[in-house]
């Protein structure tokens, strides 16, 4: 399982069910558990370029950055 650390900013704005999981049903139930992942953790924080929210990921151990773009 990948984690993702959140910033308060995007925490505010993520679907989240009581426990602080995603409610989305893109998430599999199955990926849950405790398991360590090859990909590693992450931090994301929610930036807003020309009105538009961006989230950007940063690895925490190589500090490789990801901007998904919306094309």
């Known amino acids: 399982m990948i984690k993702i650390h959140s910033t308060k900013k995007l925490f505010a704005k993520l679907p989240l069910d009581e426990s602080g999981i ?10 849950r558990g ?11 924080n929610l930036l ?8 950007l990921f940063v690895h925490d151990a190589k500090s490789f950055l990801v901007f998904p773009a919306n094309g």
């Not at 405790?34 to 994301?44: K, Y």
């Not at 370029?49 to 989230?55: E, G, K, M, V």
């Open 48 to 55: 807003t370029l020309q009105r538009h929210n961006c989230i």
């Open 22 to 31: 995603l409610t989305n049903k893109l998430v599999n139930a199955d990926a």
């Open 34 to 44: 405790t398991g360590g992942s090859p990909l590693g953790s992450w931090h994301a």
